[in-house]
């Protein structure tokens, strides 16, 4: 019996030996704390409270040493845990800001990259602008001249042809039975040396306008008939044209027939109104340019 006593009292001795050298809580957290600091950004940007932490904790491992479980060990200890903290909210800190100063600058270089841009775009969308406004008063400026040689020229065709504007076109209409006989598509001789004139303007501006050659006819006949007659006259028209030296690129001849009428159809005067070549200037095509 006084042996198991016995027993039970070294036991009791070993336990309360082993709990004397375990470390207090407090030095326990202040060492987790410290190691996690040490393994952050504390060791880099925040050295000087990294270095006050480590002293604190030293100080309470050093106590632990010579008097353990000491009030003013745990005291120590919970010093260096909360200088380590602070220490790891410094580093935490500094860091956010250099993030922050960071982002910064990279939002400021995309802002002054998009403004770059922006200007750059600007202004070449104003020197284009200004390379139009140039090209569209240059064209204004040749169809003014264009319109004045044909005003002049039509002078000598008053009494077989007019000049008028369309929808941004000039449009010269030519009497039919000036140009050809009935039924014919061969240019007669005093229409062609009335077409000289003409060809002489258009061929001065014919790299800056579409001409159009277009033939009509009155009703009388098949429609398949005055179709098939209005594109002959229109061809023979391009091809006299041509020939004068207007560029065949800038001419197209086309066959509209009856079904463009200007006047009544029942009548003599109305059918001879009718028959008729219309040479179609268009300036658009230079003002797009």
């Known amino acids: 019996m006084k042996l198991l006593h016995l027993s039970g009292l070294l036991c009791t001795a070993a336990l309360a030996s082993a709990c004397a050298h375990e470390p207090s809580a407090n030095l326990q957290t202040a060492r987790a704390l410290y190691a996690e600091a040490e393994q952050g950004h504390a060791a880099t940007v925040a050295k000087a409270d990294l270095y006050e932490a480590k002293k604190a904790l030293d100080e309470a491992e050093s106590l632990k040493k010579r008097k353990r479980g000491s009030k003013l060990e745990k005291d120590l200890a919970y010093v ?122 258009l061929r001065e501006y014919d790299e800056n306008n579409t001409i159009v050659v277009e033939g009509h006819t009155d009703a009388r006949g098949s429609k398949d008939y005055n179709a098939t007659l209005s594109l002959h006259r229109a061809q023979s028209v391009e091809r006299f044209l041509e020939g004068q030296g207007v560029d065949d690129d800038a001419l197209r001849a086309v066959g509209r027939g009856e079904a463009e009428p200007v006047a009544d159809n029942d009548s003599p005067e109305g059918r001879a109104n009718n028959r008729r070549v219309e040479i179609i200037i268009d300036k658009n095509t230079v003002a797009s340019r």
């Open 80 to 201: 260096a845990a909360r200088k380590a903290q602070y220490a790891m909210t410094v580093a935490d800190l500094a860091v956010a800001r250099q993030d922050e100063k960071e982002a910064y600058a990279q939002r400021t270089e995309v802002l002054e990259s998009q403004r770059d841009r922006s200007r750059n775009q600007l202004a070449k969308t104003e020197q284009e602008l200004n390379q139009k406004e140039t090209m569209l008063r240059q064209a204004e400026a040749e169809q003014a001249a264009l319109r004045n040689r044909l005003n002049d020229a039509m002078a000598s065709l008053s009494e077989v042809a007019t000049l008028k504007d369309e929808q941004g076109k000039m449009v010269i209409t030519l009497n039919g039975s000036v140009l050809f006989k009935t039924a014919s598509a061969t240019l007669l001789p005093t229409a062609q040396r009335r077409l000289m004139e003409v060809a002489a303007v």
